[in-house]
């Protein structure tokens, strides 16, 4: 750090700013970039590995609470507690971590390794909620719109649906209509859309 300009901290200073700041996604591209991919071009990530990464990454954004928090936001690391490797603030009541799953053509839904972070008004789209659409220039209008959102209203965080007819709570089988809203519990399950890809969500609260 000897010959790093004081405008470049912390940003050089790996100590405080490693590279696992990105998040777990980005972090083991990078990891895999600069030491595999170092040598041999064949073991790089691929384009479409890195924009899947990208796209996960921005769904683990949280907000930092310190107003003061000169970074704003940050990216989740998919640990049991919520904290802003910035300013070391950490996240202060029920936090809800939703972990997509996706159906198959056998009907079985599979994790897809990939968890959504909820925030006030976090918005849920289409390509949350169908796995065979991707977020990029080739989105129809439609795709492009938002299908719902999340507030948190007196110590519950809820859900409101927006655009997803085939909202249904997964263990009483109780649909949710549009302009309807769910409270998200620990281990609840909703389902997302009944059409090929269509996606189940597994609440976590993670307890701050």
Request: proline share 8%.
């Given at each position: 750090l000897a010959n790093v300009k004081p405008a470049e901290l912390p940003w050089k200073d790996i100590s405080k700013i490693p590279y696992q700041i990105t998040g777990p996604y980005l972090s083991e591209l990078i990891l895999k970039a600069f030491t595999e991919g170092l040598q041999d071009p064949t073991a790089r990530p691929t384009a479409d590995e890195w924009e899947n990464a990208l796209v996960k990454s921005i769904?683990?954004?949280q907000p930092c609470s310190n107003k003061a928090c000169e970074q704003k936001w940050y990216i989740f690391d998919n640990k049991t507690k919520a904290v802003c490797p910035f300013c070391k603030t950490p996240f202060s009541g029920p936090l809800p971590v939703l972990?997509?799953?996706s159906s198959r053509k056998d009907a079985n839904f599979r994790p897809d390794n990939h968890r959504l972070m909820v925030y006030t008004n976090q918005s849920l789209f289409q390509w949350h909620i169908n796995r065979n659409i991707v977020p990029n220039e080739r989105l129809t209008d439609d795709q492009k719109k938002r299908v719902g959102y999340f507030v948190y209203h007196s110590e519950i965080w809820y859900l409101v649906n927006e655009?997803?007819?085939?909202?249904?709570?997964?263990?009483t089988k109780t649909p949710i209509p549009i302009g309807g809203k769910v409270a998200l519990e620990d281990g609840k399950q909703l389902l997302m859309s009944k059409q090929d890809g269509g996606r189940l969500i597994v609440v976590q609260m993670v307890l701050n």
């Amino acid at each position: 750090l000897a010959n790093v300009k004081p405008a470049e901290l912390p940003w050089k200073d790996i100590s405080k700013i490693p590279y696992q700041i990105t998040g777990p996604y980005l972090s083991e591209l990078i990891l895999k970039a600069f030491t595999e991919g170092l040598q041999d071009p064949t073991a790089r990530p691929t384009a479409d590995e890195w924009e899947n990464a990208l796209v996960k990454s921005i769904d683990l954004l949280q907000p930092c609470s310190n107003k003061a928090c000169e970074q704003k936001w940050y990216i989740f690391d998919n640990k049991t507690k919520a904290v802003c490797p910035f300013c070391k603030t950490p996240f202060s009541g029920p936090l809800p971590v939703l972990n997509l799953y996706s159906s198959r053509k056998d009907a079985n839904f599979r994790p897809d390794n990939h968890r959504l972070m909820v925030y006030t008004n976090q918005s849920l789209f289409q390509w949350h909620i169908n796995r065979n659409i991707v977020p990029n220039e080739r989105l129809t209008d439609d795709q492009k719109k938002r299908v719902g959102y999340f507030v948190y209203h007196s110590e519950i965080w809820y859900l409101v649906n927006e655009g997803m007819p085939d909202l249904t709570e997964v263990a009483t089988k109780t649909p949710i209509p549009i302009g309807g809203k769910v409270a998200l519990e620990d281990g609840k399950q909703l389902l997302m859309s009944k059409q090929d890809g269509g996606r189940l969500i597994v609440v976590q609260m993670v307890l701050n």
